[in-house]
């Protein structure tokens, strides 16, 4: 069975400093790998996705996340935080090998953004 | 384009009583999926539909959940008598059916149901 895990529930990090949240998975094989965000009184957004192809992929807002199969890691990343970004961050993974659509998700870490 | 709507926004209830969740999906989307987030934990899957059928319901966690997709529209997700483990954010996605280049369909998320039971 997939799991994921994100370590840190909470984060906090000054505007303008660099944004680092953790994602680790456990799969026989490596899946299809996704951030998504949930601002308040929403529902969650995909931020990017790692399908196939080149490892460091871009998504929305300036966040990135590179995709390391010998670490079995999609951290994501952004080089100055703004105070928008503050919300809660999800890893999540879906087989790729059996065609199960199903997302499993880390616990979520939600980041702060001190002015 | 309107996204995935979910109603209630809230609901709560006693324990030992009905609540039916709503999700309408996207327009065009075959695939629709329910999700729930218990207690700030993870967000765990619970069932998905391919039209009116039920392609996976791996995730259900016992006969107290019904989940139902009359004509591949919209879906209802029924607890049926809810308890208190039973609290937590009930999330409605959908995908379209065919994938994108990469062979994942991305799923688009609701904003949610708060189910309180008490």
């Known amino acids: 069975a997939q799991s994921v895990t994100q370590l840190g529930s909470h984060v906090s990090v000054s505007e303008g400093a660099l944004v680092l949240l953790r994602c680790n998975y456990s799969?026989?094989?490596?899946?299809?790998l996704f951030w998504y965000v949930q601002y308040p009184n929403q529902g969650l957004q995909l931020l990017l996705k790692?399908?196939?192809?080149?490892?460091l992929v871009k998504g929305i807002n300036g966040f990135e996340a590179e995709f390391k199969k010998s670490e079995t890691s999609f951290h994501l990343t952004k080089p100055s935080a703004h105070m928008s970004d503050a919300a809660e961050y999800f890893c999540?993974?879906?087989?790729?090998?059996?065609?199960?659509?199903?997302?499993?998700f880390g616990s979520g870490t939600r980041l702060q953004v001190q002015p | 384009e309107a996204g995935v709507t979910q109603f209630p926004s809230h609901s709560v209830i006693e324990k030992g009583q009905t609540v039916t969740l709503r999700c309408d999906p996207i327009?065009?989307?075959?695939?629709l999926y329910w999700y729930r987030r218990v207690m700030g934990k993870e967000i765990k899957f619970l069932l998905h539909?391919?039209?009116?059928?039920?392609?996976?319901e791996s995730g259900m966690p016992n006969n107290r959940f019904l989940a139902e997709r009359t004509g591949g529209t919209y879906s209802t997700l029924k607890v049926q008598p809810a308890e208190l483990e039973d609290s937590g954010v009930y999330f409605c996605?959908?995908?379209?059916?065919?994938?994108?280049?990469?062979?994942?369909?991305?799923?688009?998320f609701g904003p949610g149901t708060r189910l309180t039971v008490l």
């Open positions: 996605a959908s995908s379209q059916e065919k994938g994108l280049a990469g062979g994942y369909n991305e799923q688009f």
């Open positions: 799969s026989s094989v490596p899946p299809y």
């Open positions: 790692y399908t196939t192809g080149a490892t």
């Open positions: 999540a993974v879906s087989e790729k090998d059996t065609g199960r659509r199903a997302l499993t």
């Open positions: 327009s065009g989307h075959d695939n």
């Open positions: 539909f391919v039209k009116e059928s039920k392609q996976d």
